[in-house]
């Protein structure tokens, strides 16, 4: 069974910076597409940056590009999200997600549509 499970979420000013963890088990790490999608109150999910694993393709969404860096550590089986110069805008709960990346690959036409395994969540509060 494929769990995945996030940390690092918490309340920061604006301009300010988290990282969140995502470790994932039940799974063959090199095969998976990982990274995040965030929800923030009101609004649908979106996605927010993938990685692929066994080559370390690297997708951001224009809002979080430059200001958002998505890592893997294999050995650790963890995806890490580092975050700076937060902004209210950010403020959401923020999902690991994860998917088998060849079946990713066939059924999406953008990186961001749709994910087969989600985290609980973890809450990011961006206080202006």
């Known amino acids: 069974e494929v769990q995945l499970v996030e940390s690092g979420g918490g309340l920061v000013q604006a301009g300010g910076s988290l990282r969140l963890s995502c470790v994932a088990s039940?799974?063959?790490?090199?095969?998976?597409?990982i990274g995040w999608f965030r929800q923030a109150p009101g609004k649908e999910r979106e996605g927010v940056s993938l990685?692929?694993?066994?080559?370390?393709?690297?997708y951001y969404a224009d809002s979080v590009r430059d200001r958002f860096t998505i890592s893997s550590d294999n050995g650790k089986n963890t995806v890490y999200l580092q975050m700076n110069s937060l902004k209210p805008e950010d403020t959401a709960v923020y999902y690991c997600?994860?998917?088998?990346?060849?079946?990713?690959?066939?059924?999406?036409?953008?990186?961001?549509?749709?994910?087969?395994?989600w985290g609980k969540g973890t809450l990011v509060t961006v206080a202006s």
């Open positions: 997600v994860a998917n088998l990346f060849r079946e990713w690959l066939l059924k999406n036409d953008h990186p961001f549509e749709t994910m087969n395994y």
């Open positions: 039940g799974l063959t790490f090199d095969d998976y597409v």
């Open positions: 990685i692929t694993i066994s080559d370390g393709t690297i």
